[in-house]
């Protein structure tokens, strides 16, 4: 094996657990799983909040939902969202 494929090698060994881990912090695992094994329900907006990030100079903002199931109790949830800066009146 030469020396570029060793070292290309290492490095995707000692990247990928880091993929594993941006996929945990970003949620897009837990995004997955609820696709799969959640239900569709309405949910009203109670709050909206600053999360201070900014992607592509769209606000991430978190909102705070009252979450009213089909079946069920209502609960509270939070999740963080993505707002294109056009839509922000919208909201």
Same mark, same amino acid.
Do not use: Y
């Given at each position: 094996?030469? @020396?570029?494929?060793?070292?290309?090698?290492? %490095?995707? %060994?000692?990247? *990928?657990?880091?993929? #594993?881990?941006? /996929?945990? %912090?970003? #949620?897009? =695992?837990?995004?997955?799983? *609820? @696709?799969?094994?959640?239900?569709?329900?309405?949910?009203?907006?109670?709050?909206? =909040?600053? =999360?201070?990030?900014?992607?592509? /100079?769209?606000?991430?903002?978190? %909102? /705070? *939902?009252?979450?009213?199931?089909?079946?069920?109790?209502?609960?509270?949830?939070?999740?963080?969202?993505?707002?294109?800066?056009? /839509?922000?009146?919208?909201?």
């Amino acid at each position: 094996m030469s @020396q570029r494929a060793t070292i290309f090698t290492a %490095l995707t %060994l000692l990247l *990928l657990p880091g993929c #594993g881990t941006i /996929d945990n %912090l970003a #949620g897009t =695992s837990q995004t997955r799983e *609820l @696709q799969k094994t959640g239900l569709p329900a309405q949910a009203v907006i109670v709050r909206i =909040s600053d =999360s201070g990030m900014t992607v592509n /100079d769209d606000p991430v903002a978190w %909102l /705070d *939902l009252e979450v009213h199931p089909e079946t069920g109790p209502a609960f509270q949830a939070r999740t963080k969202c993505l707002i294109p800066r056009l /839509d922000v009146p919208r909201f």
